[in-house]
């Protein structure tokens, strides 16, 4: 009943408007011209339209129009018209009337609907303020449930991709999708694109959150009536407000690893220092001591050099030890340089001189090896503590075959000797840090621990294996990639 | 009788040292600190100086350019430090060799003599050859020779072979050598260094894997080594 007055009062109000615009202009009648009073007529269409709206101008136009005709033109108190002229009039007057009431409302449409932009713009931008200082994602969603329940009367749910990328609702709160909103959901988040269900009750409308360098996540808006565009903008501003929380959270996490790496880094000097002061000490003077100057009866010189070979060991363990914490804790940085792989061979040889006296080493290269690209350092490591593990695990006076192939795209390092060969349930395992080949010998098996370590930073891939002929064999490789050109005219 | 300045903080380090190098016939003189360092190396005007990277008051890097000012005196460096950054940065400050602890005294000796031999050398009068094994290298003329064969070298590769015999028991690193041979708009061409030094180890080491002579210091650079006794410079200068 009431849906029925709030309906026609409009169109009531606008008859009496002009029956009031009648009354009014009765005493007029004689002493003005009927020309003018149809403007009086017209004036009260526009004021109508702009008051009441489309259909009750219309309206007026018509009832004005009829009531011109009765009350005005002769014969009075009658429909008839004594001149036909006045249908010109009438015409004219009913054509003007609808034209006003026409683009009066239309004005005053748009003057309202620039009302309703200005407020949503409004209420758009105060979220956004709000986004901005939000500092945590529940911050973020409730602020954006918030305005769209407030402003829009929308309804929101949310939807966050967890570590493995799995769509989860927020933590500690239950988001309920039927069976196809959530098979939506997930090509959405996969596939950014909107998507308006419109079969639902309410129609739902699902939107990806789109940030710079991923998707982080999905939304759930629904209302009887969407507000597409608005929906579509706060979803922005939403993965904007999602986008800066993870990158802050990201410079935050990096801020931290460079202070841990920092630290860490000045431990590993501090310490490699302060254990090699005394070892120093203990390895000169036992070294002092042996001198033949000093002329020490033989007992006593012998355990002036088991004193150095023991500190020489410890120095050796330590010197794993702390490689081994500077490669697992990522603070090496490779400083790969191109350069020929027998230098780093030679160089090494030279370091290990001492514990391959009691063999013979035999190296056999490939011819015209290409330039390799590796870190000398790290590969001299390498190296060292194969021919070391090669010598320990040997027979006295055995061989040891140090050989460098190429195939067409790695190169090929193998370090084989005469011994008893790896257990061969452990070809695997001897790579791990603290395994050893065989338990009855000693030294912690650390050595192949960091040879993997060092390949693998390289690209390249270490096994072991022992072959039918007996011993047993280390090979690793190195990709070949391309080397720089040398200037041939500077080569003649 | 040859005077050497020990700058070394640690004390039981100093001890092995000095009994070391008296037993080699050296004077020791010692210093525990940067400050006192330089003031014993300008009164004693010593024939080397050992410097230990890390003193109390100063790094051993400050200490050799403060002395590079007014002394050309060998240092030998040692360090507990084994990034091969820092020996580079002291080096190119004008260290002219290091020792990385823990090391023993036999090489702690060798290098002592070279570096003395060289400070010796530095004072006489130089000559154009220079003879090493079989090797026999005349500077003046640009003839290199092994066991008597006459040896062909393009001009890049003798330009090298010059630069490490003239400083002979030094270690030169990547970047200088790179500087005085190539100039300095090579200084990134690290590969051009190292394939030339494999041409030189090819054209006069025995066995050019093991070389004996130009010696690799892995990650730092260069070192020609004169083996102990053969070297031709004491000979052909007291001649």
């Not at chain 1, 010598?391 to 795209?409: C, F, M, T």
């Not at chain 2, 300008?42 to 590079?68: C, E, H, M, S």
Request: with cysteine.
């Amino acid at each position: 009943m009431r849906n029925l007055t709030s309906t026609f009062s409009p169109h009531l109000w606008g008859v009496l408007a002009c029956l009031l615009t009648t009354l009014l202009t009765q005493p007029l009648l004689g002493r003005v011209d009927l020309a003018n009073i149809v403007m009086l007529f017209l004036l009260t269409v526009v004021i109508i339209a702009v008051k009441l709206g489309r259909k009750p101008a219309i309206t007026a136009s018509f009832v004005s129009t009829a009531l011109f005709d009765f009350f005005f033109v002769p014969p009075r108190f009658s429909f008839n018209v004594n001149d036909v002229e006045y249908f010109i009039t009438f015409a004219a007057m009913l054509v003007v009337a609808l034209i006003i009431s026409h683009l009066t409302t239309g004005l005053r449409q748009s003057a309202l609907e620039a009302g309703q932009r200005e407020q949503q713009t409004r209420a758009l931008y105060t979220l956004a303020q709000s986004l901005a200082g939000a500092v945590t994602v529940e911050q973020v969603v409730l602020e954006t449930q918030h305005f769209l329940r407030e402003t829009l009367q929308h309804e929101l749910r949310v939807l966050l991709p967890s570590s493995q990328d799995v769509l989860l609702p927020l933590a500690g709160t239950t988001t309920h999708l039927n069976a196809a909103e959530s098979l939506m959901v997930h090509s959405v988040f996969a596939q950014p694109q909107t998507v308006e269900m419109g079969s639902d009750n309410p129609p739902t409308l699902i939107v990806p959150l789109v940030g710079v360098t991923r998707p982080r996540g999905v939304i759930l808006v629904s209302a009887p009536v969407l507000q597409r565009p608005l929906v579509v903008a706060v979803a922005s501003l939403m993965a904007t407000a999602l986008d800066r929380l993870h990158f802050v959270d990201v410079a935050q996490q990096q801020k931290m690893q460079i202070v841990t790496e920092r630290l860490r880094s000045s431990i590993l000097a501090a310490l490699s220092h302060d254990i090699r002061t005394p070892l120093t000490v203990l390895y000169g003077l036992a070294d002092t001591l042996a001198l033949p100057q000093h002329d020490l009866p033989e007992p006593l010189r012998e355990t002036a050099s088991a004193l150095r070979e023991q500190a020489m060991r410890l120095n050796n363990l330590v010197n794993n030890l702390l490689d081994m914490a500077r490669l697992h804790s990522g603070l090496v940085q490779l400083r790969k340089e191109w350069q020929p792989i027998e230098e780093v061979i030679g160089a090494s040889l030279k370091l290990s001189g001492a514990v391959l006296q009691a063999h013979s080493l035999k190296v056999q290269l490939a011819d015209n090896l290409p330039l390799l690209e590796f870190d000398a350092v790290l590969l001299e490591r390498v190296f060292c503590n194969l021919l070391e593990n090669a010598a320990k695990y040997a027979p006295p006076n055995s061989g040891i075959v140090l050989r460098v192939e190429q195939d067409w795209r790695v190169a090929r390092i193998s370090l084989c000797n005469a011994g008893t060969g790896f257990p061969p349930d452990k070809l695997q395992q001897v790579f791990e840090p603290f395994e050893r080949g065989c338990s009855e010998q000693d030294g912690v098996g650390m050595g192949l621990a960091i040879c993997r370590a060092v390949v693998e930073a390289h690209g390249g891939e270490i096994t072991a294996h022992n072959p039918e002929t007996g011993g047993a064999c280390v090979t690793f490789t190195l990709p070949l990639g391309t080397p720089p050109v040398i200037d041939p005219e500077e080569v003649a | 009788m040859n005077t050497v300045l020990l700058v070394e903080d640690e004390k039981e380090i100093r001890r092995f040292v000095r009994l070391a190098l008296q037993g080699e016939g050296c004077q020791v003189s010692e210093a525990e600190t940067m400050t006192q360092g330089l003031q014993e190396a300008a009164n004693l005007k010593p024939q080397l100086i050992i410097l230990d990277l890390g003193l109390p008051d100063g790094n051993g890097v400050d200490f050799v350019q403060r002395l590079r000012s007014w002394s050309q005196v060998p240092v030998l460096v040692v360090s507990a430090r084994s990034t091969e950054y820092d020996k580079i940065l002291v080096l190119d400050a004008g260290a002219d060799d290091y020792l990385t602890k823990p090391f023993s005294v036999g090489e702690l000796l060798a290098r002592v003599r070279a570096l003395l031999r060289r400070s010796r050398a530095d004072n006489e009068l130089n000559t154009p050859v220079v003879k090493f094994g079989t090797i026999e290298v005349d500077l003046a003329r640009r003839l290199v020779s092994k066991a008597q064969q006459s040896v062909h070298l393009t001009a890049m590769e003798f330009k090298l072979l010059s630069v490490l015999l003239t400083n002979a028991g030094r270690v030169l690193t990547h970047r200088h050598l790179l500087r005085e041979v190539w100039g300095g708009a090579h200084s990134e061409h690290n590969h051009y260094l190292r394939i030339y030094v494999a041409h030189l180890r090819q054209k006069l080491e025995d066995d050019p894997t093991q070389p004996v002579y130009f010696q690799t210091e892995i990650g730092v650079g260069y070192r020609f080594q004169p083996q102990m006794g053969q070297v031709g410079f004491s000979q052909d200068m007291s001649a």
